[in-house]
Nanobody, 126 residues
Framework: VQLQASGGGLVQAGGSLRLSCVAS????????MAWFRQAPGKEREFVAA????????RYADSVKGRFTISGDNAKTTVYLQMNSLKPEDTALYYC????????????????????WGQGTVVTVSS
């Protein structure tokens, strides 16, 4: 499975960006897709996730109400609509996919995702 993320850029605080992630290859066992981010000098952190079977979602508290994760009907593309951006949202954003079946709450740990894209940079100026 390959994941290709795009849509990053430079935006002023309060602005919006939409990230896209296209999955290719044998995606039949990729049960969830997610976005993580990593700011300079910090650990990679969970942002949002989407379970492909029922379209359920989960968000980090820091982005709730501002970011929305969604997917296309073919279930091969996931989007992250980011509104009301803040300087602290500046990071390298990674798209990830997980192949382990899970029920209930969507996992948010880095180790629970085994497919990773190359990342796209989001810079929010104050």
């Amino acid at each position: 499975v390959q994941l290709q993320a795009s849509g990053g850029g430079l935006v002023q605080a309060g602005g919006s960006l939409r990230l896209s992630c296209v999955a290719s290859g044998p995606t039949f066992n990729m049960y969830r897709m997610a976005w993580f981010r990593q700011a300079p000098g910090k650990e990679r952190e969970f942002v949002a996730a989407l379970r492909r079977s029922d379209r359920s979602t989960r968000y980090a508290d820091s982005v709730k109400g501002r970011f929305t994760i969604s997917g296309d009907n073919a279930k091969t593309t996931v989007y992250l609509q980011m509104n009301s951006l803040k300087p602290e949202d500046t990071a390298l954003y990674y798209c990830a996919g997980g192949s382990g079946i899970e029920f209930g709450v969507i996992p948010i740990g880095v180790l629970q995702y085994n497919y990773w894209g190359q990342g796209t940079v989001v810079t929010v100026s104050s």
